[in-house]
C-alpha cells in the first residue's frame, strides 16, 4: 500500500505515562526515545507497522499534553495539528483521568476521531477509572499483551478507513485500453512519475486493463488508430488534449480520479458550479497538501488556477493558499470558494476533515481537476462517466 494511504493511529496522553514505551512495545523496536525526563518527545514520531487484518499503518508518538516548559506551548500545538491527521486516536493515561486526559477526549469528540483508553502501567498501579461508553484497557510495557490491544484497535478503527478503495475498477474491466496522457514538461519531476500516474497505472494492472501511457505529442497519432475505453490525462493538459481525443471516447484526469478517491466528489460537483457566482473581490482558497518547490511561472495553484479563473470569470479575484495540511485561515467563512488538490500525498482522512471544516462554514468546494475542466468548458464531459 502506498505510504501516504496508510492508516494513521496517534499517540496521545501526558508526559510520561508511556506513550513511546507502547509505541515501541507496538513496534518491536526502538522507535522513540524512552526516558524519565518529562518531555522526551517533542515533535511527532512516526513508524509504520503491518496490523493483520487490517495492513499496514503509520503510528504517530507525539509530545506530552501537559507540557509546560519553555517550548511547550509549540509541542502542544503540534500535538493538536496531528489529532487532525489520524483515522484513530489511543488516548495513554495512569492511575486517574485528570482534567488534561478529559479535554483529550472532548476534543477527540468534537473532532470526530474514534479513540480509546489505555491504562497503562497497570502493573503498578490499579485502574480506577470508568467512563460510560468508553473502553478502557489495562496494559503494561513491562509485559504486554498485544493482542487485546490490537484487537481494540481493529474494533475502534472506522472500516471505511481500511478498505481499498478504488480509482477505476467501477468503470474499467478486465482487457479494457485505457490511455494515460503524461506530459514531459517542465513541471514534471526529474526522472520519475507522480504518484497519481503511478497509482493509476497500478490499478489498471490489477484490474487486468491494457495501460497505454504516452506523452499529449504522440496522442493524436496513436488515436489514428486506436479507440481506447478512456482517455486520462494531466488537468493541465486539458485543452489540448480534449481538442484531439473525440466526443465518442470518455475523457477524465489524475486529479479528478484522486478527487473520488480522497475527497469529497458530490460535494466537489456541486461546489464547482460556483464558479459561475464569483464577484470582484470574492476571496479563494487554494488548498495544496505537500511541500514542493514552487515555480512561479508555472506553479498549478499559486499561478495557472488562479489565472484561468480570472480569465474565465472577468473578475479580479483574491487568492490564499495554504501548503501542507496548514490551518485554514481564521476567517474562512468569508471565501467563496475553496479549490482542494488531488491530496496524492496526504490521506483521504485529513482530507475531509479539512473539507468538513468548510462545508460546516458554507464554503463551496472544488478540486484542482474539476476546476480547469471547468474553465475550460469540458466539465460535463470530464465527469459523465461518474455521474452515471
Not at 11 to 21: P, T, W
Not at 139 to 149: D, R
Not at 243 to 263: C, D, E, H, N
Request: charged residues 25%; proline residues 4%; glycine residues 6%.
Amino acid at each position: 500500500m502506498v505510504k501516504v494511504n496508510r492508516l494513521h493511529i496517534g499517540i496521545f496522553g501526558k508526559m510520561n505515562v508511556g506513550k513511546s514505551s507502547l509505541i515501541n512495545t507496538l513496534t518491536g523496536q526502538e522507535v522513540s526515545v524512552v526516558a524519565a525526563h518529562p518531555g522526551t518527545t517533542t515533535d511527532p514520531v512516526k513508524k509504520i507497522i503491518e496490523i493483520l487484518g487490517i495492513g499496514p499503518v503509520t503510528l504517530v508518538d507525539t509530545a506530552g499534553i501537559d507540557d509546560a516548559s519553555a517550548l511547550g506551548a509549540q509541542r502542544v500545538r503540534r500535538t493538536n495539528e496531528a489529532l487532525d491527521q489520524v483515522d484513530l486516536a489511543i488516548l495513554v493515561f495512569t492511575g486517574e483521568l485528570d482534567s488534561y486526559d478529559k479535554n483529550l477526549m472532548q476534543l477527540c469528540t468534537a473532532r470526530k476521531v474514534p479513540f480509546f483508553l489505555v491504562h497503562n502501567k497497570s502493573d503498578l498501579r490499579k485502574l480506577s477509572a470508568q467512563v460510560k461508553g468508553v473502553d478502557i484497557v489495562d496494559f503494561s510495557c513491562k509485559a504486554p499483551y498485544l493482542p487485546v490491544l490490537l484487537d481494540m484497535i481493529k474494533k475502534h478503527l472506522p472500516k471505511s478507513s481500511y478498505s481499498q478503495d478504488v480509482l477505476l475498477d467501477d468503470y474499467v474491466e478486465r482487457g479494457d485500453e485505457v490511455v494515460l496522457v503524461i506530459p514531459i514538461d517542465a513541471s514534471a519531476p526529474e526522472g520519475r512519475l507522480i504518484l497519481p500516474q503511478v497509482q493509476t497505472i497500478r490499478n489498471l494492472l490489477d484490474i487486468g486493463a491494457v495501460a497505454v501511457c504516452l506523452k499529449d505529442t504522440e496522442l493524436r497519432e496513436y488515436l489514428r488508430t486506436h479507440t481506447p475505453k478512456l482517455v486520462v490525462t494531466d488537468s493541465q493538459a486539458f485543452k489540448y488534449v480534449s481538442s484531439v481525443v473525440p466526443p465518442t471516447i470518455p475523457l477524465t484526469s489524475f486529479s479528478i480520479l484522486f478527487s473520488r478517491l480522497k475527497g469529497d466528489f458530490d460535494a466537489y460537483l456541486k461546489g464547482t458550479r460556483a464558479i459561475d457566482t464569483l464577484q470582484e473581490g470574492d476571496k479563494v482558497l487554494i488548498m495544496e497538501s505537500c511541500s514542493h518547490s514552487v515555480n512561479k511561472c508555472d506553479d498549478i495553484g499559486r499561478t495557472k488556477i488562479p489565472n484561468w479563473l480570472q480569465k474565465y470569470t472577468g473578475k479580479k479575484l483574491q487568492f490564499t493558499v495554504v501548503a501542507n495540511l496548514d490551518a485554514l485561515p481564521d476567517d474562512a467563512q468569508t471565501y467563496k470558494l475553496a479549490i482542494q488538490c488531488g491530496g496524492c500525498m496526504v490521506t483521504r482522512t485529513q482530507i475531509m476533515r479539512r473539507l468538513n471544516i468548510l462545508k460546516e462554514k458554507g464554503v463551496a468546494l472544488s478540486n484542482y481537476g474539476l476546476t480547469i475542466a471547468y474553465c475550460n468548458g469540458i466539465f460535463n464531459r470530464v465527469t459523465e462517466i461518474f455521474r452515471r
